[in-house]
Nanobody, 115 residues
Framework: VQLVESGGGLVQPGGSLRLSCAAS????????MSWYRQAPGKERELVAR????????NYADSVKGRFTISRDNAKNTVYLQMNSLKPEDTAVYYC?????????WGQGTQVTVSS
């Protein structure tokens, strides 16, 4: 089982990034997928979640209207489009796959929002 995040980097406030999480080793289309983030000195928090079929999404209040989660089950990939980025969005972003009691985490990708 592997979840590999990519797309992180350094971006100026107000900018955009698109994170990707490529999955392998399990039936991706059967799993709900989530993006979490963890800033230095803070607990890991849920950013966005998408159902296995993609028909249902949920967002943290702090990112509503700015971030969009989506998935392509044919490509075994989940995305996080991040717009209007703020310095407080700086964190390591992780993807997570969940089906009942089964869960898998990626290794994370760093997002830094700074001028």
């Amino acid at each position: 089982v592997q979840l590999v995040e990519s797309g992180g980097g350094l971006v100026q406030p107000g900018g955009s990034l698109r994170l990707s999480c490529a999955a392998s080793g399990f039936t991706f289309s059967s799993y709900a997928m989530s993006w979490y983030r963890q800033a230095p000195g803070k607990e890991r928090e849920l950013v966005a979640r998408i159902s296995s079929g993609g028909g249902s999404t949920n967002y943290a209040d702090s990112v509503k209207g700015r971030f969009t989660i989506s998935r392509d089950n044919a490509k075994n990939t989940v995305y996080l489009q991040m717009n209007s980025l703020k310095p407080e969005d700086t964190a390591v972003y992780y993807c997570k796959a969940v089906m009942y009691s089964l869960q898998y985490w990626g290794q994370g990708t760093q997002v830094t929002v700074s001028s």
